[in-house]
């Protein structure tokens, strides 16, 4: 286990954008932060931004990646990554899936998929933010993000009720 933070997608975009309004605020917090830690799902996502993109800025495209360099060895999903993850999804399908009629399995099959059953709202749980919420627990960093939408609302939600039950999933979000 390493301490420090860990950078969710949107806190290094703000970070890496020069053109940002929150920018300077953030780059003051993170200035205070010791062992900061980028996620490489994170640096993927922000690559597949770029690469998307029908007429590149050449020249943006380059600070960002010069940013992204200033940090150490980004934290990739590995062996230990597996427990949390399987843990906090887990405890989401329990709360929220579907079980098929014959009680083997359940209709979702990714978290994109879970609705609320009262509503029938999407829950906004994304595949990306739980496996960065696992890298974090994984390492017992604290997640920083600026992702207060409900779905990583319900992985931290799901990270309490296990610490209530026992189990040892070690998430902590930092809401910026």
């Known amino acids: 286990m390493m301490d420090g ?8 975009s703000v970070l890496a954008n020069p053109k940002n309004v929150r920018r300077a605020d953030y780059v003051q917090k993170v200035s205070v932060l010791e062992h900061i830690w980028l996620p490489v799902i994170a640096i993927a996502e922000i690559e597949f931004g770029m690469a998307k993109v029908e007429v590149p800025d050449q020249g943006q495209k380059e600070q960002i990646r010069q940013f992204l360099h200033g940090f150490p060895q ?9 427990e949390p993850y399987a843990k906090l999804r887990a405890q989401l399908w329990k709360a929220y899936a579907t079980p098929k009629k014959n009680k083997r399995g359940h209709i979702e099959k990714l978290p994109e998929e879970l609705f609320d059953k009262i509503t029938g709202d999407s829950l906004g749980i994304d595949e990306r933010d739980l496996l960065i919420a696992s890298i974090a627990a994984e390492n017992g960093l604290i997640l920083v993000t600026n992702d207060s939408n409900p779905g990583m609302k319900r992985i931290e939600k799901a990270a309490q009720d296990l610490q209530t039950a026992g189990e040892s999933v070690n998430l902590k979000i930092s809401y910026w």
Not at 5 to 12: K, M, P
Not at 74 to 82: D, R, S, V
Request: zero cysteines.
């Open 5 to 12: 933070h860990l950078l969710d997608t949107n806190i290094i």
């Open 74 to 82: 980004p934290l990739g999903i590995g062996i230990n990554t597996i």
